[in-house]
């Protein structure tokens, strides 16, 4: 393996601290991943040196907060292979991407009778905004369900698929299964029917394959600090095609062109859907974490993690009596389980007390959890610094755990 | 029947002889395990103390002035902490009970470690009996 595992978790300074005198196992990458040096240094530095609004200052610092606040739109544009700078949207996250699309793509493009679809696997971030739209617009909501693998059942998609298909929303990974969703071909069967797409990328983004163009996606969002850049910050790409044709998310600042009593007038992309004051110091970190990960082999991250995923899938089914959710065709970064008779929240709680980090609960997928008939499960998810050792000292302290309570 | 007060210094006392915080779990394991079973009659959709994580069952009853609770969860750890608020006031005169300090959480440490007391209920339970202990004293249950 030719990726620096040493040298990656040194540059990540809180992998070297300790939980309850032990040392830390950080298994929740799903929820956030941790920040490298140069994150945190790049956050620093504009506090300290340049920090001042953006886009109407006529003064030095002004210029370079504006400089470096756009440069970061680049930097994303290229990770993304985007097209143009202004395809790239800043947002608080994710959610607000999609959110910011429910509304205008809605608005301009939905009307009464047309049908939006979601699948089962969703984050309850990209599955309410679309009925709270389905609601506003009375359009009908269309969910597609998962199989027993935790693979959509793209036959069911095909037969939902219809002229009045305005647009389809999944996510590339499932962030409560792992499952890795054929984005492409999905995004294929969609245009083929005349309908837009929206690929949630939040966990895929800092973990496989992430080119918009390659993929066709219409609609394409992800947040800072799942791809170990800071919170508060996401991106929302959109073709310009569609994004010149909706009507702006938020009125304010920034997004005018001109203002009159009669009537206002607003500006160009991508400035049209920043309303206000933005996030300024979000994209300096988050094109810091883009910046950090094209240091490292991106192939390289997908094979050292796919290979951390199968030995920790391995190592797990080791353990009588624990069932294990993520067995998709393809699948990625998470690892979710139970074992019979065991609360979740036991064995996350217990667990804890071994310095290890994991998530437990419906992880905002409660659909997921219905369809499997569980409350909850108890996800361990990886980032590229975690190591084989972490997976031992996980499955070692289940076997531990599971004792404590009896089993 | 000791004193609300007396009870919670029982409590922090026993949880100073446990150090380690796998101790501590491990004695709030078994303390749910060890608690009298809820009567299947009282696992009912009304007294489901809605958490976050856990599901908390908590039957009340007044007699006289006094506060009685019951209660299960489908986590040990939790069933674990119902325990100890049952040992604190059941039984116990309803107007104590609404003027009592919840002092042990607090000294044991419980508190901190349990990070966000909404994942487990734990304060929609403590509500919950304080709520009853007011309808109890003022005779409307």
Request: glycine share 6%; aromatic share 8%; with cysteine.
């Amino acid at each position: 393996m030719a990726i620096n595992i040493e040298k990656i978790r040194a540059d990540f300074p809180i992998l070297s601290t300790e939980i309850n005198g032990k040392p830390l196992i950080y298994l929740d990458n799903a929820a956030t991943t941790q920040k490298p040096q140069q994150v945190i240094d790049a956050i620093l530095d504009y506090y300290q040196h340049y920090n001042s609004n953006i886009h109407r200052g006529t003064h030095h610092l002004s210029n370079l907060a504006t400089q470096a606040h756009e440069a970061a739109r680049d930097t994303v544009k290229n990770y993304i292979n985007a097209a143009h700078d202004h395809e790239i949207i800043f947002t608080r996250g994710t959610t607000e991407a999609i959110n910011l699309v429910a509304f205008s793509f809605g608005e301009a493009f939905v009307d009464p009778g047309d049908e939006i679809i979601v699948t089962e696997l969703e984050h309850h971030s990209n599955f309410v905004p679309w009925q709270m739209m389905c609601e506003r617009r009375r359009a009908h909501f269309r969910v597609v369900p998962f199989d027993e693998n935790g693979d959509l059942r793209l036959d069911i998609l095909e037969n939902l698929l219809n002229e009045k298909t305005r647009l389809v929303a999944f996510n590339h990974i499932s962030n409560s299964l792992g499952t890795v969703n054929p984005a492409k071909k999905i995004i294929k069967m969609a245009h083929d029917a005349g309908a837009a797409v929206l690929v949630d990328a939040a966990q895929s983004v800092q973990h496989i394959e992430h080119d918009v163009r390659e993929l066709d996606a219409d609609f394409y969002a992800f947040s800072g600090h799942k791809i170990y850049g800071p919170t508060g910050i996401g991106v929302l790409y959109g073709k310009e095609s569609w994004l010149e044709a909706m009507p702006p998310y938020q009125g304010g600042g920034e997004m005018i062109d001109l203002v009159t009593i009669e009537k206002t007038t607003y500006n160009q992309l991508p400035f049209k859907f920043e309303a206000g004051t933005p996030n300024i110091v979000g994209p300096i970190g988050l094109a810091a974490a883009i910046k950090y990960l094209n240091t490292l082999n991106f192939d390289e991250i997908m094979a050292y993690e796919d290979e951390i995923l199968a030995y920790g899938l391995a190592r797990l089914r080791e353990i009588d009596g624990l069932t294990i959710y993520s067995n998709a065709k393809r699948h990625a970064s998470i690892m979710a389980f139970n074992f019979e008779g065991v609360h979740h929240f036991d064995l996350g709680t217990l667990l804890d007390t071994k310095g290890i980090a994991v998530r437990t609960g419906h992880h905002c997928t409660q659909p997921i959890m219905t369809a499997l008939g569980i409350e909850g499960t108890v996800r361990a998810s990886l980032a590229l610094y975690n190591t084989k050792e972490e997976i031992d000292i996980l499955v070692d302290a289940v076997r531990k755990v599971l004792k404590m309570l009896g089993k | 029947m000791d004193s609300i007060q007396a009870i919670q210094k029982d409590i922090i006392e026993d949880f100073s002889f446990l150090p380690e915080w796998d101790e501590r779990y491990a004695y709030l394991i078994e303390l749910g395990q060890k608690m009298e079973p809820l009567p299947e009659k009282f696992r009912t959709e009304e007294n489901i103390v809605r958490g976050c994580q856990s599901t908390v069952w908590l039957h009340s009853e007044c007699n006289g002035g006094t506060v009685h609770f019951k209660a299960d969860s489908d986590s040990l750890i939790v069933k674990g902490l119902a325990a100890l608020l049952m040992r604190v006031f059941s039984g116990q005169p309803a107007v104590d009970v609404l003027n009592a300090d919840l002092l042990f959480f607090e000294e044991t440490g419980l508190n901190k470690h349990l990070s966000s007391q909404r994942t487990n209920g734990l304060m929609a339970m403590i509500e919950e009996i304080r709520a009853f202990a007011k309808k109890c004293q003022a005779e409307e249950v």
